[in-house]
């Protein structure tokens, strides 16, 4: 019985047998177009270029672009040049910009000549700041390059404090560990010739301020005069200090008289600071008391001299409210220049408070 049946199924299975050479024919073949689907090499494209220009930290826009058979775990890391150099964008600390869900992708970038967009694997780790750009290869699935495009100059606002020219921030930055808003309408001169910082939450975020000098001073007595800034919300930060943009590492020339509690209320709301802010032996905490205050920085070839006292006055005879003296790591100047900057550091400020506003009597440089 079971040789019988055998027998009657043969001319059936000789029937079928041009089917089933045709199904699993083409089942080959969709395999093999699925295979070349998911070996096709990834491309990417920049829709839209910035504007070419020598660059800064006050001068941002944006970039965009798009890409091609993208791997679900690929990011964009972009990058412009300056100086030579090609720099990560739009911070050190924001290495990756993600690709949408319509294989577009969109952010922030400092100026330059150039622009590059590299498409990269997960576990990629970009430089910083680097010579030449990668190949392809090594994590980097595809690489674009574009010339940036011609347009007018940006004109930056200038305002005139205490005898100095001041360029006024009218970019982002990620100063304080988190990226904060600026904006030139947060500086201004008042009649008394006193400069206002002011800091705004507009749509949930906070808008801050920076001015800093248009040249380098070097090594010589900076002194401050500060109205009241022990009033300040806990986050709230007024930097005083000196700062090459310039240079790439960590210390970049900065010295530091920081007005802060740095979000915590029980802090100490004041300290002096050489970069890297992380070595202990850098940072020298204390507290200051409401009123006017003059802070002084004292920078000579090896020392940090930092003092405060209360009112107007800064001299010998002046009681010291904070004082340190650091003679270590103490950078020699090159082209750094003082900045002034009123900004939000990462905890929230208080949700009730729309604006925080802090006035700069006077900045005097003795040589």
Not at 179 to 185: I, K, R, S, V
Not at 321 to 331: L, M, T
Not at 344 to 352: C, G, K, L, T, V
Request: charged residues 20%; contains cysteine; proline residues 6%.
């Amino acid at each position: 019985m079971r040789f019988m049946s055998l027998v009657a199924e043969t001319p059936y299975i000789a029937r079928r047998r041009p089917n089933i050479f045709i199904v699993f024919f083409g089942a080959f073949l969709v395999g093999c177009h699925s295979n070349n689907l998911s070996q096709r090499k990834p491309s990417i494209e920049v829709t839209r270029v910035p504007i070419a220009d020598p660059g800064g930290p006050e001068k941002l826009d944006y970039i965009e672009g798009r890409v091609s058979d993208a791997g679900p775990d690929q990011q964009i890391v972009l990058y412009a040049r300056s100086g030579g150099v090609w720099w990560i964008q739009p911070f050190a600390n924001r290495q990756f910009t993600k690709i949408q869900a319509d294989s577009t992708w969109k952010n922030s970038t400092h100026l330059g000549t150039e622009y590059a967009a590299l498409l990269v694997g997960p576990g990629y780790h970009p430089e910083s700041k680097m010579a030449t750009l990668p190949k392809e290869g090594n994590g980097v699935g595809a690489i674009v390059t574009a010339t940036g495009r011609a347009a007018a100059p940006i004109v930056s606002k200038v305002v005139h404090f205490s005898g100095y020219d001041w360029i006024v921030r009218a970019a982002a930055s990620d100063r304080g560990g988190d990226t904060n808003l600026y904006d030139p309408a947060n500086a201004w001169i008042d009649q008394k010739g006193y400069l206002h910082l002011q800091m705004e939450m507009r749509d949930g975020q906070w808008s801050c301020a920076n001015v800093r000098l248009t040249r380098s001073l070097g090594y010589g007595t900076y002194r401050f005069v500060v109205q009241d800034s022990a009033h300040l919300e806990p986050s709230a930060v007024l930097g005083l200090f000196t700062w090459d943009e310039g240079r790439s590492d960590e210390t970049r020339s900065e010295l530091n008289i920081e007005l802060s509690r740095w979000g915590r209320p029980t802090n100490k709301n004041a300290q002096y600071v050489v970069q890297p802010y992380y070595v202990p032996e850098n940072v020298s905490r204390f507290n200051v008391p409401a009123g006017v205050l003059t802070h002084t920085l004292r920078w000579e070839p090896g020392v940090a001299s930092f003092k405060t006292v209360r009112g107007q006055v800064a001299d010998a005879a002046s009681k010291s409210i904070g004082e340190h003296v650091f003679s270590s790591g103490v950078p020699a100047p090159a082209s750094e220049t003082v900045h002034i900057e009123f900004y939000e550091f990462h905890h929230p400020m208080s949700s009730s408070q729309r604006t925080a506003e802090v006035v700069i009597e006077k900045f005097e440089y003795l040589p």
